[in-house]
Nanobody, 125 residues
C-alpha cells in the first residue's frame, strides 16, 4: 500500500501564499489519481483538488478555484498544492489522498483509499 506524508503547512497571514507537498512511499505515485482535501474544526472533510495520474487533467472545489493549483512530479513521487491569496476561511488540516488511476478524478472522501496524516494550515486575518 502507498504511504503518504504531507508537509509545508504553517501559520501565514491573509493574502500570503503557501505550497503543500505530499510525498508517496512504498508505491509509485504514477499508479494513483491524487487529491487534496481539507477539514476545519467542526466541519466535514471538504474536496479541494484532484489530478489525474498523468497530470493532464485537474479539478477544484468552488471555494479554491483560481487561487489553488494542484500539480505532481511522478519522478519525485510528490504531489503539490500551491495556495495563493489565502483567506482565514482556508484554515484547516489539509490531507492528500490517493485512488487507483483507473478510476479517474475523484471528488468525494469515500472515493479515496489512502490518506496522509494531514498538515495544519492557519491563516490569520
Amino acid at each position: 500500500q502507498v504511504q503518504l506524508v504531507e508537509s509545508g503547512g504553517g501559520l501565514v497571514q491573509a493574502g500570503d501564499s503557501l505550497r503543500l507537498s505530499c510525498e508517496a512511499s512504498r508505491r509509485t505515485l504514477s499508479n494513483y489519481v491524487m487529491g487534496w482535501f481539507r477539514q476545519a474544526p467542526g466541519k466535514e472533510r471538504e474536496f479541494v483538488a484532484s489530478i489525474t495520474w498523468r497530470g493532464d487533467s485537474t479539478s477544484y472545489g468552488d471555494s479554491v478555484k483560481g487561487r489553488f493549483t494542484i500539480s505532481r512530479d511522478n519522478a519525485k513521487n510528490t504531489v503539490y498544492l500551491g495556495m495563493n491569496s489565502l483567506k482565514p476561511e482556508d484554515t484547516a488540516v489539509y490531507y492528500c489522498a490517493a485512488r487507483d488511476r483507473s478510476y479517474g478524478l475523484g471528488y468525494r472522501v469515500l472515493e479515496y483509499a489512502y490518506w496522509g496524516q494531514g498538515t495544519q494550515v492557519t491563516v490569520s486575518s
